[in-house]
């Protein structure tokens, strides 16, 4: 009986063996991973960009770092009161603006009939003075006039406006809608309108305008949409993996690990998908669930799993423990017994 125990332990212990080392292969050959990334430094970036007077972009990491006493000083120093009422005077009279609260008092100014009438008059005047003209402005602006009473439209023209004149709305996207007003498809040009109103309602006028930058046309702004109300923080992975950013609608949770590794982690996650996630894999969720079954603790349980052995299973280690199982299987494995053969004596 000893001997049959014997046995089995040094079988077990050679396959525990081929196992660490064939674990670390199919780690290799499977991945990269997003959990091998080293988490993105949020709060120092932020920092530093706070110290360049990039108060706005130090906000947005701030933010999505939950860096709470940095977004405080940083929202503080964005806030002051005089430049504020000062942007918002020059985002009313011009319609032009370069950030949260002199786009946010333009767009307001085209919601109502100031703003249109406000952008035909400069560009009647430029065309008097045989200066450039926007077609994509007038007909905007004509638009916003007609839709005046359809508010569900009126913020998707505010923003296709103020996009325009901050330079975020692409050649590409200017001609498909130019396209759209000339044909007269009002189906078409009316969800076009609710798309971008969707984006300017969720992200407000100022980050609203940076996504239109990733839209090339009514499909794309549709695409967009659907990305900024599906997950948190869009703008940072349309900045960082651009469209392939929006791969990830589908996933929410996908982009919510992907975001903790910064643009290391969105770029693999929009590239690779699910499989970005070792976490994901059956494998691990198999070895999980043979110890938890709430579902919750399964995802915690197979997180923990997926980094522990990505930042823990080298080669060195793989092949030093591989190497101590077999050695550990040769010592308490049986001795083969030797056979006893008979002496035969000769009889005179």
């Known amino acids: 009986m000893i001997r049959f125990l014997r046995t089995a332990l040094a079988v077990v212990l050679v396959i525990l063996a081929i196992g ?3 674990v670390k292969a199919w780690l290799d050959v499977s991945g990269p991973y997003v959990e091998a990334l080293p988490e993105y430094p949020y709060c120092a970036e932020a920092e530093t960009l706070l110290a360049e007077d990039r108060v706005a972009d130090a906000l947005e990491l701030a933010s999505a770092g939950g860096c709470v ?4 000083r940083a929202r503080d120093a ?3 009161l005089a430049a504020t009422f000062s942007r918002c005077v020059d985002g009313l009279w011009t319609g032009r603006a370069e950030d949260i609260a002199g786009l946010s008092c333009a767009v307001a100014s085209d919601l109502v009939i100031f703003g249109d009438v406000r952008d035909l008059t400069r560009q009647g005047l430029n065309w008097s003075r045989g200066e450039a003209t926007d077609p994509v402005l007038i007909a905007l602006s004509a638009t916003g006039l007609a839709l005046t009473l359809a508010p569900q439209f009126g913020a998707g023209t505010s923003l296709l406006k103020v996009a325009r004149r901050a330079g975020t709305l692409s050649e590409r996207l200017a001609s498909s809608v130019m396209g759209l007003f000339r044909r007269g498809t009002l189906r078409p040009l009316g969800s076009l309108l609710t798309d971008a109103g969707r984006i300017s309602t969720k992200l407000g006028p100022a980050k609203a305008t940076r996504a239109l930058a990733y839209a090339d046309d009514a499909e794309g702004i549709a695409d967009v949409a659907r ?8 703008l940072l992975g349309l900045r960082w993996s651009g469209r392939s950013a929006l791969r990830l609608t589908q996933d929410p949770a996908l982009y919510k690990a992907a975001l903790k590794h910064g643009p290391e982690g969105v770029v693999l996650a929009a590239r690779r998908g699910s499989a970005a996630l070792l976490a994901r894999k059956p494998l691990i969720l198999t070895a999980v669930k043979t110890v938890y079954r709430d579902p919750e603790a399964v995802l915690l349980a197979a997180a923990r799993l997926a980094r522990w052995l990505l ?3 080298n080669w060195t280690l793989s092949l030093m423990t591989s190497g101590v199982l077999l050695v550990l299987a040769l010592l308490v494995a049986p001795r083969a017994r030797r056979r006893r053969g008979r002496v035969w004596r000769a009889t005179t």
């Open 20 to 22: 660490v080392v064939g």
């Open 69 to 72: 006493a940095i977004e405080e």
């Open 78 to 80: 964005y806030n002051d």
């Open 227 to 234: 990305f900024v109300e599906a997950v948190d923080q869009p």
């Open 311 to 313: 930042d823990t299973l």
